[in-house]
């Protein structure tokens, strides 16, 4: 089945760090990926939809120049949380998916965490 | 805005009962609905998708139907097994096949 790959899958750092996570696709085209955040026992909450070669859109409430989203690739999408502090701390997901209908799939997401 | 609710919210079941999970959404035009599997501090493992044609998708012991009029959705495991355990999310795609609304999940444990 369609693979995608998330890394790193856990980082620690200081406050006022950037971080970068990457999301690739490994064996089809992701025309759409998008990222996710997830905070304990709760659900996912959309943060942003990324399409190759365009500006992500996103979610209200999500601040775009915090969480800098990059699609240059059919198969590669980066999401840098730019002078992570400690309320940044969470699980991020991402997923991509090849076409509109298509199943959506995901990576193993990446624990955050800012001291 | 749609908005997914998923019930119960956890629930305990001895190894080998059948069980339903239940899943609701506000607005009925949806392109497609997908459940998934969470394991605790992983990603999510797509299970089945429908799309808003379909009725109902099997895979192996689970079963997932839809009915878009009432709003409902559900996942209906057969012979539950302990490695079966995990957060079980269902989410729905809308019409514009841009916003994918998740539930907040069941929480299943499964005892040997």
Known sequence: GAVVSQHPSRVICKSGTSVKIECRSLDFQATTMFWYRQFPKQSLMLMATSNEGSKATYEQGVEKDKFLINHASLTLSTLTVTSAHPEDSSFYICSARQGIGQPQHFGDGTRLSIL | ?112
């Not at chain 2, 797509?46 to 996942?75: C, F, H, P, V, Y």
């Not at chain 2, 057969?78 to 999940?105: E, I, K, M, R, W």
């Open chain 2, 1 to 112: 805005k749609q908005e997914v609710t998923q019930i119960p919210a956890a629930l305990s079941v001895p190894e080998g009962e059948n069980l339903v999970l239940n899943c609701s959404f506000t607005d009925s035009a949806i392109y497609n609905l997908q459940w998934f599997r969470q394991d605790p501090g992983k990603g999510l493992t797509s299970l089945l998708l429908i799309q808003s044609s379909q009725r109902e998708q099997t895979s192996g012991r689970l079963n997932a139907s839809l009915d878009k009029s009432s709003g409902r959705s559900t996942l209906y495991i057969a012979a539950s097994q302990p490695g079966d355990s995990a957060t079980y999310l269902c989410a729905g795609l809308d019409n514009y096949g841009q916003n994918f609304v998740f539930g907040p999940g069941t929480r299943l444990s499964v005892l040997p």
